[in-house]
């Protein structure tokens, strides 16, 4: 089971971690002014994540998808594949770090889908 950590990222602002049960984070939020848009981060989350589809932005002509969405996509340099998920309002919520090849991001959104359903919320001091 996963568990989201939420920690002051500066300046006032909070941001939270999804950590899977091995202590891997698998991802990293935006930036939220209070905690309680933080939790409520958290909460759309774990509502939007198992329902999402997947905008595949690696391939050619890749079908566009209505948010909620997992969208995949490489990173600016063209050497890591990346993952973020959106909200119905088509605000991104978290993003990954940088993955070798697909199959690996792949993988990370599953480990979500798996983890944040039913992670627990610690707060960080």
């Given amino acids: ?10 300046s006032g602002k909070f941001i939270f971690d999804l950590v899977a049960g091995n202590g891997q984070v698998i ?4 930036q939220y002014a209070g905690m309680d848009t933080c939790k409520a981060g958290i909460e759309s989350v774990k ?3 198992a329902v999402a589809a997947v905008e595949d932005q690696t391939k050619d ?3 566009t998808e209505k948010n909620p969405k997992w969208e995949v996509y490489l990173d600016k ?6 993952f973020r998920l959106k909200a119905t309002n ?28 039913d992670a627990k919320i610690v707060v960080v001091e």
Avoid at 1 to 10: E, L, Q, V, Y
């Fill in 1 to 10: 089971m996963g568990t989201f950590k939420i920690k002051t990222a500066g």
């Fill in 27 to 30: 991802c990293t939020s935006q």
């Fill in 47 to 49: 509502k939007n994540c």
């Fill in 61 to 63: 002509g890749f079908a």
């Fill in 77 to 82: 340099g063209g050497e890591h594949y990346r």
């Fill in 90 to 117: 088509g605000q991104p919520i978290l993003a990954s770090q940088g993955y070798k090849d697909k199959s690996s991001a792949m993988k990370g959104i599953e480990s979500i889908k798996n983890n944040a359903p």
